[in-house]
Nanobody
Framework: QVQLVESGGGLAQVGGSRTLSCSVSGSNFIIQVMGWYRQAPSKQRELVATIVTVGPTTYGDSVKGRFIVSQDMTKNTGNLQMNSLKTEDTAVYYC???????????????WGEGTQVTVSP
């Protein structure tokens, strides 16, 4: 059973920075893609960033140039460094991974429970 746990959420000020982490635990798995999504109140969940294992990164238009996604495959962890924060970055941030089971070779999406980030003026 694979589990994802996010950490690093909390309060930040406009213009400040905060780093979220995603830790993946379990056995017999390979992470294909690690992604970050967010959902603000009354809004749909949106893509923040993704990183393909030993591959490219993508960013949502609203965070390009401000957020940096990274991954440490030796530890099965990922980070989302958020810089130049804006009040509109306030949301619940979710870690999502596309993971392949090395026994069955089936690929499945896993989600964390989310971590709240609140940016105040």
């Amino acid at each position: 059973q694979v589990q994802l746990v996010e950490s690093g959420g909390g309060l930040a000020q406009v213009g400040g920075s905060r780093t979220l982490s995603c830790s993946v635990s379990g056995s017999n798995f390979i992470i294909q893609v690690m992604g970050w999504y967010r959902q603000a109140p009354s809004k749909q969940r949106e893509l923040v960033a993704t990183i393909v294992t030993v591959g490219p990164t993508t960013y949502g238009d609203s965070v390009k140039g401000r957020f940096i996604v990274s991954q440490d495959m030796t530890k099965n962890t990922g980070n989302l460094q958020m810089n130049s924060l804006k009040t509109e970055d306030t949301a619940v941030y979710y870690c999502q991974n596309q993971i392949t089971d090395t026994n069955s070779y089936l690929r499945k999406d896993y989600w964390g429970e989310g971590t709240q980030v609140t940016v105040s003026p």
